[in-house]
């Protein structure tokens, strides 16, 4: 892309609970305590959208760091796990903006089950064409999504299509996971399951998902570019 074109993302502003944060054509606010909800969006008149949502409960903490929203959760349930989930703003670059979430995992148990679900919420176009999939790689083509039962292990990347903008949402590649689609009317729910291995004590499991918003135009070229561009980042430790 052209650095020329690029907006640094602004910062976020907290009331309370809840985060909030504008960008080129719109808005996101974030409430910490309903995590599972998401960022919630309105922007190019797709208001509605819920991405990066993360199937967590029990707020122990929160704060604001520039374009970092923070927040960590230590559920009473017998799993005994400790995550901290950091919401980032990537900015706006070439029409794009984008986000990505990081969410850290570890137990006081020996060894326990940590599967921690990311998800989104988005509308649709019907068309055949309106939800594709693809494994993240510049020479692997975008595939139309048919049947969500059908989705390969290999998928790592899903794009929305609707008329006025194309919603990308993609799991790091490097990232044990597995991603699930279904679409219903005007809406496709999305999941990325993350950490599908048991957790041992002492052993700190991150992993990352990222999501975007784009114009429809083009919009397997710059879900391309965008996708290379997060394969290729540093991981989270080293920022």
Not at 63 to 74: I, L, M, N
Not at 78 to 91: E, F, I, Y
Not at 191 to 198: D, E, I, K, M, Q
Request: negative net charge; aromatic residues 4%.
């Amino acid at each position: 892309m052209n650095s020329s074109t690029a907006t640094a993302p602004a910062a976020w502003s907290l009331a309370g609970r809840v985060a909030s944060q504008s960008f080129a054509g719109g808005s996101v606010t974030l409430d910490v305590a309903t995590p599972s909800r998401g960022l919630h969006l309105r922007s190019h008149g797709d208001d509605g959208d819920a991405l990066l949502g993360v199937d967590l409960t029990a707020l122990a903490d929160h704060w604001v760091r520039g374009a970092d929203v923070v927040a960590t959760y230590e559920p009473t349930d017998p799993r005994r796990l400790r995550s901290t989930v950091m919401w980032r703003a990537l900015g706006c670059e070439a029409g794009v903006a984008s986000w990505e979430v990081v969410v850290s995992a570890q137990t006081a148990l020996l060894e326990t089950d940590v599967a921690i679900a990311v998800h989104a919420d988005v509308a649709a176009d019907v068309a055949a064409d309106g939800v594709l999939w693809s494994a993240g790689h510049a020479a692997d083509r975008w595939q139309p999504l048919t049947d969500a039962a059908a989705l390969p292990v290999a998928a790592t990347a899903i794009l929305v299509r609707r008329p006025a903008s194309t919603c990308l949402i993609a799991v790091h590649p490097a990232d044990a996971r597995r991603l699930d689609a279904a679409r219903t009317g005007g809406r496709c729910e999305l999941t990325c399951r993350l950490f599908v291995a048991p957790l041992e004590k002492g052993v700190l499991l991150r992993s990352r998902v990222l999501a975007a918003l784009g114009p429809s135009a083009g919009d397997t070229a710059w879900a391309d570019r965008v996708l290379a561009a997060f394969a290729a980042s540093p991981p989270p430790l080293t920022t």
